[in-house]
């Protein structure tokens, strides 16, 4: 597997990839939200501001008791102000509905365009009209005219109770308290105090350092009355990273992480539970639970792992105890044998007699030491994957020497080899492909009536060695019995063509240990049973882990 695709199914790889963009995710979110809520927090804070300071407009101009007189009054506002004021009628102009709402609860409307900086005002007046004018920037020219707009309004209240009945009513349009009271409360320096007698307007600035939290401003304005003063504010500068914002963009960035760790991390909780029950399963006796676990990840890949273990211990018990009861019936027969001619043995006194029961215990002993030889092998071969030698193997030459020793075993059939040429090979055991072979051969011999051909051939990547005889071949419902470990078929291949009905049994775990597979089908030119052993070319990459059958099983839950 390339490291593309490890890293392309590696669920932990995955994870990580994902908490960073989760975190990315959430940052932009965060970013993009605390802007959002900062543009709405700032023009909030611009038509706050506007009312107030537009309301003292919109009241001078209504104090004044002709068109003459509003027209020389609003040029003399626009002076002060720094800006035109304009007159038009609200028809003019395209209120959207958000907007014609504020002018009907009173407050004032501000369009601010961001390139070039400007923002445009508007105060809607008696008569569907509306007072408008555009400001490029706050400056202290402007905050002075507004204190000015606010005297001038005090100047048609006379006495000092109606001048505080004013104030608080005005507050109902400012964002800030409006207070009249002595000069002497407002703890001004001798300075402040000079330039406050001299009629001026004191800006008094108080930074966020203070125990007042944010910073502000004040606005003394000296009034008409000896000795007292009209205090606007504390008017809060704009804030763009206030305290309780932050802390609120904290936790709903710690609350989306949370819920995107969560989105990431159930799915792989998910999975572990289910091999979980497994394995539960497993430990109270259930050797035929399988685990579903979709996908192509180290948890899907855990799972398949999970199933093959399974099937595969389920497949070696049973394997063991359908070896032990076949070893048992297979040792009665020659122990019988034995016991029976050491009681003629002891009947008889014949020495002809003796020496032949003699050879018969031998042959019987002879026959438990190939059977114990068999079970070895095959237990050996069916416990754990052996330890291969691969080596380069001529096939050409290797067909000759099993043509050769089949030969030499004096057998009336003819042996033909059907190599082919001596540059093909391929990697195997040489030892046990050896044995497959010789397995092959010894068992056509069996069977054979007349002739056995021993081929060999490399075709797309895979090595293909056949034996195959002119008996009377394995009916096709019968031929996967012929692997079974004791398992003999009826007819021609009877108990007493010789064998333990192991052989094939072993051929096939060497098949399989090759990453290969035994099939058997019908001989197309001699008309007796064909065996062919498949088994990659290339040397084999990997470890097996389980049988044939559990891993076929596996793999294909695992695509799935």
């Not at 192991?502 to 090759?514: C, K, N, P, Q, T």
């Amino acid at each position: 597997m390339s490291l593309v695709s490890s890293l392309k199914h590696s669920i932990f790889v995955r994870i990580y990839a994902g908490l960073l963009i989760v975190c990315l995710c959430v940052a932009l979110f965060a970013q993009l939200l605390m802007d959002t809520i900062n543009q709405e927090r700032m023009q909030t804070y611009r038509e706050n501001m506007a009312t107030g300071a537009f309301y003292l407009v919109s009241e001078g101009l209504a104090h004044q008791e002709s068109e003459t007189q509003r027209e020389y009054w609003l040029s003399d506002a626009s002076s002060l102000f720094g800006s035109t004021f304009r007159i038009v009628p609200i028809e003019n102009i395209d209120f959207s509905a958000s907007e014609r709402r504020r002018f009907e609860s009173g407050e004032t409307v501000v369009r601010y365009v961001s390139q070039p900086a400007y923002a445009d005002v508007y105060h809607r007046l008696p008569d569907d009209k509306v007072l408008t004018v555009r400001v490029s920037q706050v400056t202290e020219q402007q905050v002075r005219a507004m204190a000015v707009f606010l005297l001038d309004d005090l100047s048609y209240y006379a006495t000092l109770p109606e001048k505080r009945a004013h104030l608080t009513e005005l507050e109902n349009k400012f964002s800030y308290p409006l207070t009249l009271d002595t000069i002497d409360t407002f703890d001004l320096d001798d300075d402040q105090l000079a330039r406050l007698r001299r009629d001026e307007v004191v800006i008094l600035l108080q930074d966020s350092n203070s125990s007042q939290g944010n910073s502000s401003i004040k606005i003394v304005i000296p009034s008409e009355i000896n000795d007292m003063a009209v205090l606007m504010g504390p008017i809060p500068l704009f804030n763009w990273f206030p305290l309780n914002l932050i802390i609120s963009m904290v936790l709903i960035s710690m609350f989306l992480i949370s819920l995107g760790v969560y989105a990431l991390i159930f799915p792989l909780e998910r999975k572990l539970q289910l091999i979980q029950v497994g394995v539960n399963e497993v430990s109270d006796g259930n050797l035929d639970i399988q685990v579903q676990v979709i996908g192509q990840d180290e948890i899907a890949r855990l799972s398949a792992t999970f199933n093959a273990m399974t099937s595969h211990i389920k497949r070696l018990i049973e394997s063991q105890r359908e070896l032990t009861r076949a070893v048992s019936h297979e040792l009665r027969t020659p122990v019988a044998r034995i016991r029976f001619a050491v009681d003629m043995l002891a009947d008889t006194d014949d020495e002809d007699s003796r020496f032949m029961q003699r050879d018969y215990i031998d042959e019987d002993i002879e026959a438990l030491n190939g059977l114990i030889d068999e079970i070895l092998t095959y237990a050996k071969l069916e416990e754990g994957s052996p330890k291969l030698d691969l080596e380069s193997v001529n096939l050409k030459e290797l067909v000759e020497q099993i043509v050769r020793e089949t030969e030499a075993l004096g057998k009336d059939i003819k042996i033909v080899g059907n190599p082919p040429n001596s540059k093909v090979t391929a990697v195997a055991d040489r030892r046990y492909l050896h044995r497959v072979i010789q397995n092959l051969a010894g068992n056509a011999l069996r069977y054979a009536e007349g002739t056995i051909i021993i081929s060999a051939w490399v075709k797309k990547g895979n090595a293909f060695v056949s034996v195959e005889d002119d008996g009377q071949g394995i009916p096709e419902e019968d031929r996967e019995k012929v692997f079974i470990p004791f398992a003999r078929l009826d007819d021609s291949r009877t108990r007493a063509s010789g064998g333990y009905g192991l052989g094939l049994s072993i051929v096939s775990r060497i098949a399989f240990w090759f990453n290969g597979s035994m099939s058997v089908d019908e001989s197309p030119e001699l008309g007796g049973a064909r065996f062919i052993m498949t088994w990659p070319v290339k040397p084999l990459t990997q470890t097996i882990a389980a049988d044939q059958i559990t891993q076929e099983k596996s793999e294909r839950s695992f695509e799935s």
